[in-house]
């Protein structure tokens, strides 16, 4: 990935994402593999120490993708979630991978499956946990 912007993960989110690659099967692989990689380069921080301008789990975002030229509001939500999010997006998507820890104005170049490449930045963080004190979701 050639931009690769610094990342800041809330910690809870960080132990539950490894649990989620962990338990990845081979249709989920690709994706779980990126963001193992994410995580092992972010910063992982407490839920309460978390920037309001950083995409952490259950926030609703609003982003571009600059591939498509195509802004997009989704809310990051676990693959368990995603049937009852009406915007939902999951972090084991490939773009939904792509988003967590970025911070207001970060680009990334986030590799897709069969070998493309999505270019994402982040325009607005519309609702995010920790802005509002929810720290152990």
């Not at 994410?38 to 839920?47: A, H, S």
């Not at 591939?67 to 809310?75: E, K």
């Not at 990051?76 to 939904?96: Q, R, W």
């Amino acid at each position: 990935m050639s931009s690769r912007p610094p990342l800041i993960i809330n910690r809870l989110d960080a132990e539950r994402l490894q649990r989620l690659i962990d338990q990845a099967d081979d249709k989920d692989r690709f994706v779980a593999d990126c963001l193992e990689e994410e995580l092992e380069r972010g910063e992982v921080i407490d839920p309460e120490e978390i920037p309001a301008d950083v995409v952490s789990m259950n926030s609703q975002v609003q982003f571009t993708d600059l591939t498509r030229n195509r802004q997009m509001i989704r809310t990051l939500v676990y693959p368990h979630a995603l049937d009852a999010t009406e915007d939902g997006i999951s972090v084991m998507a490939p773009i939904g991978a792509g988003l967590i820890g970025l911070r207001i104005g970060d680009e990334i170049d986030w590799p897709l499956p069969g070998g493309g490449v999505a270019r994402l930045r982040v325009d607005a963080i519309l609702w995010q946990p920790e802005r509002e004190g929810q720290f152990h979701r």
